[in-house]
């Protein structure tokens, strides 16, 4: 059955109440030092409510159909854009108290420290990356260095330069490393796009400065910046908490790429962009991304699961992302909590998955007969 989207009306999109499920997250904040206070069981709260909690809370209260007017007024956002610009300082403060707290606390064992701070690695996997990811697409200056922070207390400060100058361009090409191949596992995948994804990020870079003739070296690469924040985390760590700090920051930073790249595997999983010859592909349309409308894991992760608008329109904020119906873009079956947990079993991933890729490609290209290439990403390199 189709699912009709409806309209939200500026009056209450500006409303703080409207945007005030989206500063859920910082319910995490309390729950890491429960854990970090009272020890046993309660380290594993964050990431039993992050991934079970939420996805509980999506079959609950269901999905969000409401659209809000893609061209509404930056003020009337205020709120929606207050809590990704003052997640940074809170996650930096958070992090750096635990990680001078924890190595110190007598009543914590090694296991649980460690288990704490896989916590602390969905948090700022989930939350930290995903808010960067949204800043990193502002034109304004500091947003832009909220996100660089963000990624430097996860050791992924590339990411930026991947996101913006390789995966929005080429995304469903052979050229985007983070476009999940038909029938590729989550654990082949995540080796090939850790170093796919470093790699096209820096040759990026290095081609945007030479077309203002300076060399890879220069400044103003942004890599420096990346290599001094990323080193003044881990000196900031080892300050606070000697050795222990630093492998305490090196767990939660770990855990927060897997996280990422879980979520990048299953948003693109199997979409391709249709190869029209000579190295030329069809512009990005909603039918490349995978969408879901969950509302409580939308609330959560910022409505990045309204991923197909976000790739059609890169410059929208997240109030405003679209939503569609199945007959404009593939649907998810359930919320990215869920998703990225059956990801990390191929078998039961490619039963729920691959069936809808087929369907996919019946409805939108009938014409292409042989999709060996796509599969295997085989078609000619975008120019």
């Known amino acids: 059955m189709a699912r009709e989207t409806k309209s939200v009306p500026l009056a209450d999109l500006i409303r703080f109440s409207r945007a005030a499920p989206f500063w859920i997250s910082l319910l995490l904040v309390p729950l890491a030092w429960v854990g ?29 159909l409401a659209n809000a007017d893609p061209d509404a007024p930056q003020d009337a956002l205020y709120w929606y854009r207050a809590i990704t610009v003052i997640w940074a300082p809170v996650q930096f403060c958070l992090l750096f108290s635990l990680i001078w707290y924890v190595p110190q606390a007598e009543h914590l064992g090694t296991l649980e420290r460690v288990v704490l701070f896989f916590g ?6 989930t939350v930290g990356i995903n808010y960067s990811h949204e800043l990193m697409h502002q034109k304004n200056k500091m947003e832009r260095w909220m996100a660089d922070i963000l990624l430097a207390m996860v050791l992924y400060s590339h990411f930026r330069s991947e996101h913006l100058l390789v995966h929005h361009r080429y995304v469903g090409t052979p050229k985007d490393a983070v476009t999940a191949r038909y029938n590729e596992g989550f654990h082949r995948f995540y080796p090939r796009v850790l170093k796919q994804s470093l790699h096209s990020a820096f040759q990026a870079e290095k081609k945007m400065l030479a077309r203002r003739n300076l060399p890879w070296h220069d400044r103003a690469n942004p890599f420096f910046k990346y290599g001094a924040l990323q080193l003044f985390m881990l000196l900031l760590a080892f300050l606070l908490g000697g050795w222990s700090g630093v492998i305490l920051f090196l767990v939660q930073a770990g855990t927060a790429i897997w996280q990422l790249e879980l979520v990048n595997y299953i948003e693109h999983y199997g979409l391709t962009r249709k190869h029209l010859g000579d190295g030329k592909y069809e512009h990005v349309k909603p039918q490349h991304s995978w969408n879901a409308d969950f509302r409580m894991s939308n609330w959560l992760l910022i409505n990045l699961q309204r991923h197909s608008d976000h790739h059609f329109k890169p410059d929208r904020r997240f109030p405003v992302l679209q939503t569609y119906s199945a007959s404009d873009a593939p649907q998810l079956p359930y919320g990215y909590p869920i998703m990225t947990m059956v990801a990390m079993v191929p078998p039961l991933w490619r039963r729920i998955m691959n069936p809808r890729v087929r369907l996919w490609r019946e409805n939108y290209y009938p014409e292409i007969t042989d999709w060996a290439p796509y599969n295997k990403a085989e078609n000619p390199m975008p120019g």
């Open 36 to 64: 970090a206070l009272q020890g046993g069981w309660t380290v594993v709260l964050l990431p039993v409510v992050t991934w079970y909690l939420f996805s509980a809370l999506d079959a609950l209260f269901g999905r969000d």
């Open 120 to 125: 602390v690695g969905v948090i700022t996997g």
